[in-house]
């Protein structure tokens, strides 16, 4: 077997290398008790979007179809129409950047750098090892009472993020654990299979330490959803492996099962004593629902959620959550968001940011599954795992967003999720053309046609 050179590395992962440099750098710990702000994984992300840029000059080529460019610039029709109508000109072009980073130009960048099924598979890879080592610094947390305070411990797993993101952990979990489901249901090769399912098993035990009750819920429908496109028989058996865990983990280790038990059966918990996050979530879609009925059509503006929180909310709502642990102090950290994407959309942009952006995303779906029906037309042939990978991906964080928004550390990570998923349902055949005439280097791995489902 010939030794890889670094040039020839070079050639396989070159392009590849600035999106992976943003999922590697969102492994950084995050300073106890930070107030947010940039990132080096979202500086990353800019590199990434000048890299691509670089990138399609150097190729002289299209960079997007017709329908991949529709899809995804879909949401600047309403961002531009809430920036202009935002309370401020700063409020406004600072909310018009950050939604424009996360669903159009990182999506659009990463479509552009992965060439093929090859790069995706990748991607996906090393979105299960970031996974990982979140989830083991996770556990570590949990099993050394150094975590986010939960209950009066400090056991709440929430990896490098600190008790000021307590989602993040748990989205990155989330994302590592799905893309393992897919590779092990689609892959056809065993050790790759066998690997993706020892991974995801791994991944089960920080998902339910981290107490996140969306994270949960979006993990089971999007696994779900994945056994069901996968096909029956594959469904029955890893079904199968996933109770035997189940019992073992809980049954007969009771790796915290008196609290998990607690936090699940909090999630029915609405309306029959809920508990104080759950009042003020449904309070605060309260408020966002009662913003967009003073605003159908525009909303009140990027970033204008929470200078109008107070004159739409009721008494109900708390003046904070409170945080502690995890290396940081007790904190009262104030309600900012209505913690559900589709009413924070609602409320800030109205009707024609709801349509633009979740059109974009319902487009991405249709084309994603798509995909998948071609692949399992060609008798479960070679993009099985990818397609699961990306509608898994997809459809956990279209449920997540009904208990969750951006912000954060971890969200850079979901424009790059996003540009795995378009590049599934985006990606075009001229692209794959151009893949196949490329000059290799000498001895390099051969890849496979772009997207040729």
Not at 47 to 55: I, P, Y
Request: proline residues 4%.
């Amino acid at each position: 077997m010939p030794r890889l050179t670094v040039r020839q590395l070079l050639h396989d992962y070159g392009p590849l290398l600035p999106v992976l440099a943003v999922v590697a750098l969102i492994a950084l710990p995050v300073a106890p008790g930070g107030d947010g702000g940039a990132t080096p994984a979202d500086a990353a992300s800019g590199l990434l979007v000048g890299h691509a840029v670089l990138h399609l000059v150097r190729r002289r080529r299209r960079p997007l179809t017709r329908t991949a460019a529709t899809v995804l610039a879909l949401p600047v029709v309403g961002l531009a129409v809430a920036a202009a109508g935002a309370a401020s000109a700063g409020a406004g072009v600072t909310g018009f950047g950050r939604y424009l980073q996360i669903f159009v130009l990182v999506p659009a960048s990463v479509v552009v750098l992965l060439r093929d099924r090859a790069d995706l598979r990748v991607l996906a890879w090393a979105l299960v090892g970031l996974a990982l080592w979140q989830g083991g610094i996770g556990v570590n947390q949990f099993a050394t009472g150094t975590g986010a305070s939960y209950m009066g411990e400090d056991i709440r797993a929430v990896g490098t993020f600190g008790a000021t993101d307590v989602m993040g952990m748990a989205t990155v979990v989330a994302f590592g654990l799905v893309c393992a489901v897919g590779l092990a249901l689609g892959s056809t090769a065993g050790r790759q299979r066998a690997v993706a399912v020892t991974c995801a098993l791994a991944l089960c035990v920080p998902l339910a330490v981290s107490f996140s009750r969306g994270a949960w819920i979006a993990t089971a429908v999007a696994c779900g959803a994945q056994l069901a496109l996968a096909g029956l028989r594959r469904a029955v058996r890893v079904l199968a492996v996933v109770i035997a865990a189940g019992v073992v983990l809980v049954g007969g280790l009771g790796v915290g099962s008196a609290m998990l038990q607690e936090r699940l059966s909090s999630i029915g918990q609405v309306t029959d004593a809920p508990d104080q996050s759950v009042t003020d979530r449904y309070t605060m879609w309260a408020a966002a629902v009662d913003m967009w009925s003073d605003h159908p059509l525009t909303g009140v503006g990027l970033k204008g959620f929470p200078e109008q929180r107070d004159g739409h909310a009721s008494l109900a709502l708390s003046s904070g959550s409170d945080t502690e642990g995890a290396g940081a102090a007790f904190r009262k950290q104030p309600l900012l968001s209505p913690h559900n994407m589709y009413l924070l959309v609602l409320a800030e942009q109205g009707l024609i940011g709801v349509l633009a952006l979740v059109g974009s995303w319902l487009g991405l779906l249709v084309c994603g599954l798509r995909g998948l029906v071609r692949v399992r037309r060609a008798a479960d042939g070679p993009g099985l795992d990818c397609a699961l990978a990306a509608c898994g991906l997809l459809v956990w964080q279209l449920v997540d967003f009904v208990y969750a928004d951006i912000g954060g550390p971890s969200t850079v990570l979901t424009a790059v999720c996003f540009g795995l998923v378009a590049w599934w349902a985006l990606a075009d055949r001229a692209s794959a053309a151009e893949v196949a005439v490329r000059v290799p280097a000498p001895a390099v791995r051969p890849r496979e046609e772009a997207v040729a489902r």
